[in-house]
C-alpha cells in the first residue's frame, strides 16, 4: 500500500479499491514526472513501474494529436486491451495527471472501470 | 542480341548458375514468353548474403498492399462514417494502404507516432513481465469527439489505425468490426 488518504491522490485511490476490490493494480501518475502519488497492488504488476511507461504512452499519443492539428480536441483515456487484462489511462486534472487501472477483464468491463474512474476525475483537478 | 540483354538485366539479382543459360534459349526462341522467367522468385534472393544482415525495410511487396487494402476496403465498408482508416507497417510506422475521409495532412507523422504509441505500449507490458500470458490486442483512446483505435493485426507486424466520431459511432462497435476483419 503505498498511500495515504490524507491527499487527494489517496483518497482516490482509496474509493477505487472500494469500487474495485478485485483490480490487480491502480495508481494516480504526475505526468510532468511519471511518478505515482499513490499506486496500490493486488498482483505482481508494479504500478510504479507502469506509470513511467504509460506516461510515455500518453506523451507519445499527445504527439500523434499534435501532428493531427485537432482542434478543440482533448484526450479522454485510453483502453488498452491484453489478452485477459484491461489497462486504462484516464486523463485527468486538465491532462496534468492520470489514472491508472488494471483490471481482469472476465470481471470487469471498460463501461464498469470508466465508471468507477469518472467519479474520481473531480478529486483529482 | 537485344533480348538477350534484356533478360540478362532481369536476372542480375540471380546468383551466378550454369542453369541460367537453358531458359535463355527458351526465351530467345519463344519472345512473347518474356515474363516467364519471373515466375520463380524465391531462390533468387535466398543466396545472396549481402542483402541478409540489413533488415532496413525492403520494399513491401505488392501482394502485401493489396492484402492492405483489402483490409482498409472492409473496414471503410462495415464503418462507411469513418475518419480515417490505415494499416501501418509496426517496426516502421509506414502506411501500406489507407483512407482519409478528409484532407490527409501529417498522415506520414500520425502514422509513425501511433506506431510508436503501440511500441511504447508493448514495453510496458514487456516491463511489468506480463508477455507469458497477456498479449496486446488493441487501445482505444477516447478523444472529446473521436476515438482512435491501434489495432495489432495478428497476420503480420502490422497495425490497423482507425479513427471515427463518437457521435457515429461507439467504442464497443469500432473494437468489433476490427476483430471481425482479421
Redesign the interface.
Known sequence: MAYSTSTPAGQAVQNILNDLPGLMAIAIVDISSGMSLASHTNS???PD??AA??T??VK??Q???A????Q??????????????LHLIKLVGEGKKFIYLVVNSRETN?AIAREVLRAQGDLLK | MGLFSSLSFRKRSQPQLVAPAAPAVEVAAAPAEVPAPVAAPAPILAPEPAAAPEPAAPAPSTQARAQAEELVRRVVQELPTFITVAVVEAATGKILAGQWAGHS??AL??AA??A??VR??S???E????TE??????????????LHVLRVLPQAEWLLYLAVRTQDTN??LA?AVLQMID
Open positions: 505482481s504488476i508494479n513501474t507502469a511507461y504509460n510515455e504512452v507519445q499519443k504527439k500523434a494529436m501532428a493531427l492539428k485537432l478543440g480536441e482533448t484526450m479522454d483515456d485510453i483502453l488498452i486491451t491484453l489478452t485477459n487484462q471498460l | 495532412g501529417g507523422e500520425v507516432a501511433n510508436e504509441v511504447q505500449t514495453q510496458c507490458i516491463a511489468l513481465h506480463l500470458t497477456e498479449q496486446l490486442t488493441d487501445i482505444l483512446i477516447t478523444l472529446r469527439h473521436q467504442p464497443a473494437r
